[in-house]
């Protein structure tokens, strides 16, 4: 009987997601936690300018591409899923959410989905889970996006960690995904993904997942860094630095190239201390130091250099 329900080739993923829109700034995205393995590779599809897709439960992976293409063509959410539906003999057993670059939602919750299952659809937002222990994960989601300030990733989170909070999926927790895109696409594809993250399989996806959007924000201050570094602006390379490794302190990298910039900009005092520190813990980080002269990433005197080279 369970072999005739689905077909091999689709997952058994079964569990909460949401898609939502950044009004402020048009970035759209969509998460996901399952008790699955590697949910991530399943479950979430987007592209910048078009939108966003999760497709879950048992799940038809195709929804995602062809979605996504649907909706490029011009059709709205739910004339795309519609479409899809219309042609899908398991569509009693789908769970699946679009949401375009407008912030249009479309959910469907097939009546053969594992209780507890729904969807709360919203302004620019639209949270769905199946397999819940308890059917309140949904609206759990749906009001703490609602009512959570800050950048999409943050409420986002904070409506995954709402699910969680209601006890989630009902065989517990194992995988997690985060894919954000831009509104409107650059016509560079490797500027249009703002974030993708997956957590594979870890204890606590979900917290384990914030831990890496915060270390995402760091480094992104770290490539703005890099980018300032490369353009000869070593004041703004030193604040971008400076702010990723406020972020996590304890980073060796990032206290690196802070303390080179602090070079650049003639601070040498404040350099020699954390550059000694992190020397005595690592002494490749003292052979990189004299290679940077080399790259002119590091403007200063041979002198100084050896002096550097001591501490």
């Known amino acids: 009987m369970y072999s005739q329900m689905y077909k091999q080739s689709e997952p058994f993923t079964h569990t909460y997601s949401i898609v939502a829109r950044d009004s402020v700034t048009g970035d759209i ?23 966003v897709v999760a497709t879950q439960s048992l799940v038809n992976p195709s929804y995602g591409p062809k979605g996504l293409a649907l909706m490029e063509q011009g059709l709205s959410p739910q004339q795309a899923l519609d479409a899809l539906i219309a042609n899908d003999e398991g569509k009693m057993y789908r769970q699946v959410a679009f949401l375009n670059a407008n912030g249009d939602v479309a959910t469907h919750t097939g009546n053969l989905c594992i209780e507890a299952a729904g969807h709360r659809q919203g302004k620019n937002f639209s949270v769905q889970a199946n397999m819940m222990l308890k059917n309140t994960v949904w609206d759990a989601m749906a009001d703490t996006f ?24 009902i065989r517990g927790k194992q995988s997690a995904a985060i894919l954000i895109v831009k ?4 016509g560079n594809s490797w500027e249009d993904t703002i974030m993708d993250l ?17 270390m995402h924000k760091a480094y992104d201050f770290m490539n703005k860094g890099d980018l300032a570094m490369e353009a000869g602006d070593s004041k703004l390379a030193e604040n971008m630095y400076l702010n990723a490794q406020q972020l996590f302190p304890e980073n060796l990298e990032m206290q690196y190239w802070y303390a080179i910039n602090l070079l650049n900009n003639r601070q040498f005092e404040k350099a020699f201390p954390i550059l000694k520190s992190i020397f005595k813990q690592d002494e490749n980080w003292r052979e990189l130091t004299a290679r940077l002269m080399k790259s002119k990433l590091l403007a200063i005197s041979e002198e100084e250099l050896k002096q550097i080279l001591k501490l």
């Open 29 to 51: 995205g969509v998460a996901v936690q399952s008790h699955w393995f590697s949910v991530g590779t399943t479950v979430t599809y987007g592209k910048a300018g078009v939108g």
């Open 183 to 186: 509104g409107e696409a650059t």
């Open 198 to 214: 997956r957590v594979e399989d870890h204890e606590n996806p979900v917290a384990e997942l914030e831990r890496l959007i915060e």
């Open 146 to 169: 609602e009512n959570t300030q800050g950048s999409l990733s943050e409420r986002i989170m904070a409506a995954m960690k709402a699910a969680q909070s209601e006890k989630g999926d």
